[in-house]
């Protein structure tokens, strides 16, 4: 089969590797949808070989792009559980590997390892931009019937995203959060959050994404070019602030206004990668009881729990996609994807 492979330097080359068969406690999934997100840009602009070993992974050889996998189950290794996977499954995976015997691993936590993380398709390890994808049978997740296979591939990353947050959060129906770039996380953080009931604020520097917000659910949108931020998320909140705040756009400056915008015991939640930020200790968030939480993806059963809660509610995460392609467009999907003028791309096989 041929895979899509980053090699560096904005360049894709499309490689030949074997299909997979599976090994014991392994499954091979026919892919249906493979999404493109945003930490791809990494790999794909980076020289090669250098943005892996900046995210701490090391240097692996080629591997088949795409973290966002969605597929059905095709074939089925030795001593797989029945009850865990199965041929013909509609399923997603939760694209990260670890030992699967310490505390986090055996709590759906994969990605916290105690021993490290052993691969992450699509980035150490193959991933869903090619026909096939072999992963151990822990990692899949079943796909609801009423979610298409291009919401499962959001799901599997983005969409879960948000969720993981917004569940970091304790986001309530009778609270108001502020969320910081409304690019595919923070849109879907936007959608999500509306769902449950909770009154969104949508921040981001572009008109055309603060659209998309209203269309999503946001209540408010705001451009902090054209003011400034804290003070207008505090005149919409009589003063008070925002309960809790989400930034996924990783502007060190966002970072900052969504710690100063959340009321005293408000909460603010990082989920944008890479980069810094500084806030002034007191007034910022000690003397104001402020709570700052980090938020890495999401777990196993966070997933299966996003995907539930988006077929309970009949949320058109499809939506999300601006872009559908072919896998063979993938040279011409990742040049737009690039110039980050566009929103999420997804492929469909």
Known sequence: MKGVVFVGNRQIEFQEFPDPTPGPNEVVLEMKASGMCGSDLKYY?????????????????????????CGVVVAVGQNVNPKQAWIGQRAMVHHYRGCGACPHCTTGWMQLCVEGVAE?????????????????????????????????A????????????????DLAGDQT??????????????????????????LDVSPE??????????SEVVNPKDTNAVEAIR?????????????????????????????TWGKACYVGEGGSVSID?????????????????????????????????GIDVDRIFTNRWRLDQAVEAYQLFDKQTAGKGVFLM
């Open 45 to 69: 602009r980076a020289p090669p070989g250098e943005a892996t070993k900046a995210m701490g992974f090391g240097t692996p050889g080629a591997v088949i792009g795409g973290h966002e996998p």
């Open 120 to 152: 992450i398709y699509g980035t150490t390890g193959n991933g869903g931009h090619a026909k096939y994808i072999k992963v151990p049978a822990s990692t899949v997740v079943t796909l609801p019937d009423a979610l298409s296979f291009a919401t499962g």
């Open 154 to 169: 959001a799901i599997a990353c983005g969409t879960g995203t948000a969720w993981g947050a917004l569940k970091r959060l």
């Open 177 to 202: 959060i502020a969320i910081f770039g409304q690019g595919p996380v923070g849109l879907s953080a936007t959608q999500l959050a509306a769902a449950l009931g909770a009154r969104v604020i949508a």
């Open 209 to 218: 994404r603060l659209e998309r917000a209203r269309a999503f659910g946001a």
């Open 235 to 263: 005149a919409l909140t009589h003063g008070l602030g925002a309960h809790a705040s989400l930034d996924a756009s990783s502007s060190p400056e966002a970072r900052k206004q969504a710690v100063q915008c959340v009321r």
């Open 281 to 313: 200790v007191s007034p910022d968030m000690l003397r104001r009881q402020v709570t700052i939480i980090g938020s890495w993806t999401f777990s196993k059963n966070g997933q299966a729990e996003c995907a539930q809660f988006v077929a309970d509610r």
